[in-house]
């Protein structure tokens, strides 16, 4: 095999889009932090639930942060947002005394991208913050998942070890609970006081850290609100223009209307994302099952919406709109955005400001929006809450106290909120060395963009915000656009229950990803679909419905 | 040393021998235009492919995608993966494992090649069958990754060569080759009271020369472009060879471009535009070992050696 | 110069001296014949085991070090794969060894399942049809290749054409795909140029129906020219005696090629078809991967990408064993038919009968 293999396996596109999240948290573009879609702040706000008393038991308390107020505060399940200029004079305090003792951990991270050598400057002066003595495993965070799978299997797995939700297949789910040990001693109630930022990451966030009745995971927060967004080229709106479609067949007319192949233009990438949101379909997971009101519990795919939505896509894709590379999955949809080959982008909305700011030298007249998500008939959309968590730290089952404190003294660090002199340690290191702040914008050198990575940012992280110091309107806007769509926003009977589904019917419903690929760019028929549900349905489906039924009336419906 | 001489000699008029008709025309034409179409429809890609990895950023953007046409010449994309020292240590790795394990894996087939060609042999077959299952059978990932771990291998350098040492196809084709030499040839060396090892040596190695050339070759960019083992079995970044490097600076993991390595965050580099200087670096060991290789290819060059 | 029986201190007749002279130069011309008369001589001989041991004690110590990393690194692990009965749970115990113990059995119903899917059948299916377009388009496409470069006289020209048609080997798979698409693909340069000229919607990418013949090109494109570099070798074993006898006999150009050259390539040529044969269910798996999306997986699945969905992308362990046990079964069903075939042409195939 020859390079580049490795990202033929990015697989299906919720793996990828996931992890696109873990990416746009860790990733810093153009020397700003880009800690994006990482939030969900409104919390305890569960409902009638009889689990929450008894997950509450085993949650850290929370005390809410202080240091360092937003000037957009969340709203809706949105990030917040900070929209103001880095003064390192006036930068908090979060972690007023080392809590680390020194004794050295193993930690094994996904990462993407070159990490720096052991013993780097970053990692130095971190370790010197915090206290701790890490040895970092930065794996390549494409094929993260096999490693992951060797290592948890073999008898010497490192002291803390970074499991993101998308590797939770098959059997790995199974073995969180049984090679990871339960911080409950450490954190549950007030003991987690003495990690002032852990105490600070929303209780929505934590209760997803529970995996086998045990609290095990230390999160890393995501908004709620929706992240996947239609971006659209704002400039060529304007120049042609265009007005926003507000219903799915005004987008189909506009699609039409701004297609012309002969111009290399498209009208839009792979819309199925949005679709999703523009019919009302639920996420997948265990977070798409929902007691509708007339008292049913279904799953996504038994949704009207779900076929409904398909179709819509799959009219786009025989309309021609899309554009051909999309449809054949190939190349870099970012980049046909960028180009003005395709006028829509469907992607993370951390992608608006990383977008943005690649662009701002070699083509300074891009503008960019994000289409409001509209119903498919015109009228309100009917939009579910996503996952408040899912990225984990865990610590292996037998770790010694001493290891175990210092591997919550490096996430305490990791989470401290912006604004803080931790915070700007973590995402830009070192100044002089790492970074240096100009008119409030901090800009890395060389040193810094090869050394301050994602390592430590994938420990845990506060409660979700946006912050862009060089395109403060970036952020603001991103926050304001989860604040507008989370108004529509409503939980669904799962939503912050860490599930994990019995392992016999765990891939059940894995083969509906390639099945909507296919239905789509015409490669599948709409009865191969329904054929798929009623197959899912008799071989484990309704039971598996049981299943669920069962644990929502023990635990309480989340809506 | 003699690549120069091997260069020079090539430059020389060929000679025909006496015995050959002088071609048609119209062969000559017909083969060299065919030649000609195969050439132009590896070139013709190759051209995008280096064209795009010398674009500027913005010729990328404009086009959206590979550049045909080029409009503007850059080489930061090369001086971006060349520079940082991890390219340069990197490269220390791979050829360092290459060498090694190209020698060792050349060493232990050669020998197994040798011991499995002659026919009738105790135990031949037994071996055989040994060595033919396991390319039909595999072992999982998690099996094999449980045994190089409790050899202690993993971390070490042992465990980029050793698990893939050997392959069984290269074994067969040295031995298919071995077994084509003339018996005659041994047998009149073993009158004379040599041994195995030295009719190996002396006997089969040197009139093997084009297929030991082959399959060396073969092993030698199996090591230098393997990944997967070293992505598992290590976890120290300074022991990366250089495709997991090159990998990891070029990574394109999501549908999110801003995961990109360093240099595309400053948005003053093409991530494709990166992507496809890798690809001409890794063109780079052919062409050092096209011409090692292509001088054990010259037509009829056993002519006398192995005369009957 | 032939030998006589006896030559050998333990008695056996050596292989029978070739009946040709210029065929036993160098190139095995006539060698599948041979060995064949030593085997059933040497079985007929009944050579007691321990004369047998001492005559082959250095063969089987050259054989050992193999023999011994493939035990280690390929056998040791592969008895793993009594996972195939299990219900496995590698995280079950403390470690993927001991968790075998503790996983419950559950006899062949990994294999029943696999009977009862049609995703299976499907990936089978393409494999298969796959498999036999690629024997009948590729295969022949490297000889030919090495026949022509071999042809050609002038160095300069020979060198510079095979080193160009080495180098797409070393292209990934991603960057194929790539290239590919930027030309044959709905936004290419093909589909420009014809949209130019008023003919819309060309795109040969996302065409399940030509999806086997572009996978088919891709492959040729890509390791054609590589597939040579073995048929050089061999070709560098041919005496430029045996043409020059042929040529005096009055043979010309193709029938010297077909009476000295190809006989030459005959046992190479012999032993990659049985081995390709015998591998004919592997037919490819990055490539296919990448381009599933583009045509569905109804045209696109193979079985080691189906191996990959079920058992890798699920972490389904099991299953995955399980398949890939059936796989091995008729990998090694196949390359037994396929050298029992080779003897029957008088070849050698890869191992003697």
Known sequence: MTPNAASASSGPSRRSFLASTAVATAAVAGGMPLLAACGGSDSGEREGTTSGKAADKLLPAFVASTVANPDLPSKNGSASGYTGKVDLAALKTSVPEKLGTGAPIKIMSPFWGSPPKAGCAYYKALDAAAGTKITWQNQDGNTYGQKLGAVLASSSIPDMVVVPSWELVGKISNAVTAKFMDLGPYLAGDKVKKYPNLAAIPSDAWRMGIFGGALRGIPMPAATANWIAPLYRKDVFDKKGYSVPKSADEFMSWAKEATSAKAKVWACGDMTWSAWSFFGVRGSGSIGWDIGSDGKLTYRIEQPEYLEALEWVRKLYDAGVVHPDDKARSGDPGQRFTAGQTLVWCTNIADWYGKVSEQAQSNPDLVIDAMDLFGADGGNPKLYASSPATIWSLIRKGASKTTVENALAAADFSAAPYGTKERMLVDYGVEGTHYTVKDGVPVKNDLGNSEVLNAWVMLAAPAAYYAHPDFPEVARKQVEWQQRMGAFMKKTSTFGMNIVEPTRWANLSSQFEQLEIDYVRGNRKLSDVQAAISTWKSSGGDKLRDWYKELIDKNGSAN | MSLNTQLVRSLKAPARPVWEEPPSKAGITAKSGFLALCCLGVLGPLWIVIVTSLSPKPVIDRVGGLVVIPQGITFVNYTELLSGGQVSRAIMVSVGVTLTGTVFSMAVSVLAAYGLSRPGSLGHRLFLVIMMATMFFGAGLIPTYLLVQSLGLTDTYLSLILPSAVSVFNILVLRAFFMGISPELTESARIDGAGDLRILLTIIMPLSRAVLAVISLFYAVGYWSAWFNASIYLSDQDMMPLQNVLIQLVQKNTANPTGLQQAVRTGQLSALGLQMAVMVLALIPVAVASPFVQRHFKKGMLTGAVKG | ?353
């Open chain 3, 1 to 353: 110069m032939s030998l006589t029986a006896g030559s050998r201190p333990d008695g056996t007749r050596p292989p029978a001296a070739v009946e040709e002279p210029t065929a036993a130069v160098g190139a095995a011309v006539a060698k599948a014949r041979v060995p064949r008369k030593t085997s059933k001589v040497s079985k007929a001989g009944k050579v007691p085991f321990r004369v047998r041991l001492r005559r082959d004690r250095a063969l089987i110590l050259m054989t050992l070090p193999v023999i011994l990393l493939l035990l280690l690194f390929n056998y040791v692990p592969l008895l793993g794969n009594v996972v195939a009965f299990q219900d496995y749970d590698p995280y079950i115990s403390s470690n993927g060894v001991t968790a075998i113990f503790h996983s419950p059995w559950v006899g062949v119903e990994q294999f029943s399942r696999m009977v009862d899917d049609p995703l299976f059948w499907g990936a089978a299916k393409n494999t298969v049809l796959l498999f036999a377009l690629q024997l009948v388009l590729f295969f022949p496409i490297p000889i030919a290749l090495a026949l022509l470069i071999n042809s050609v006289i002038r160095p300069r020209v020979r060198a510079v054409a095979q080193a160009i048609m080495y180098l797409p080997h070393f292209f990934s798979w991603v960057l194929v795909v790539t290239v590919f698409q930027q030309i044959f693909g709905g936004a290419g340069i093909i589909a420009q140029t014809l949209e130019d000229h008023g003919w819309t919607g060309f795109d040969l990418m996302t065409n399940a129906s030509l999806f086997k013949y572009l996978v088919t090109a891709q492959a040729v494109w890509k390791d054609a020219g590589w597939g040579i570099i073995v048929f050089l070798a061999a070709l560098a074993a041919v005496s430029t005696d045996l043409y020059e006898a042929a040529a005096m006999d009055g043979a010309g150009r193709w029938r010297r090629m077909w009476h000295v050259t190809l006989p030459a390539l005959r046992p190479v040529i012999a032993l990659l078809l049985v081995l390709r044969v015998g591998d004919a269910l592997s037919v490819g798996f990055e490539q296919f991967l990448l381009q599933r999306d583009a045509v569905g997986v109804g045209a696109s699945e193979v079985l080691d990408t189906y191996v990959w969905n079920m058992g890798i992308q699920n972490g389904d362990f099991s299953y995955a064993a399980a398949v890939g046990l059936v796989k091995g079964a008729i990998g090694i069903c196949l390359v037994l038919g396929a050298n029992k075939f080779a003897h029957l042409l008088g070849e050698q195939g890869v191992y003697q009968k």
